[in-house]
């Protein structure tokens, strides 16, 4: 990242913060929202009922969690149809390496 102040500044000038430029696009979070959203309108324009829009999110939150880390997604997804209680997989409760 590059500062807006290349020099160092004297006096007055010191009491001013430092302004870092950071990229101001976010394309890479779009493109990760673009599966659900065309898997939204594919689907008819939506769910029928508040529960099925939660379980979309978080059907593709889980997904997509697991495509980003690399792991197996069909065996998360049975570990939670086959867990007694709502949870989180075991394979998500680490933060990726």
Do not use: Y
Request: proline letters at 10%.
């Amino acid at each position: 990242m590059k500062s807006l102040h290349d020099d160092e500044p004297t006096g007055p000038q010191q009491l001013r913060p430092r302004i870092t430029i950071c990229s101001a696009f976010n394309w890479r979070a779009e493109q990760a929202f673009r599966p659900a959203v065309v898997t939204r309108k594919m689907a008819g324009g939506g769910n029928r009922t508040p529960r099925g829009a939660v379980t979309q999110q978080l059907l593709a939150s889980v997904l997509r969690t697991a495509n980003q880390r690399g792991l197996d997604a069909g065996a998360i997804i049975v570990d939670l149809l086959h867990a007694p209680t709502p949870t989180v997989p075991r394979a998500l409760q680490t933060p990726p390496a």
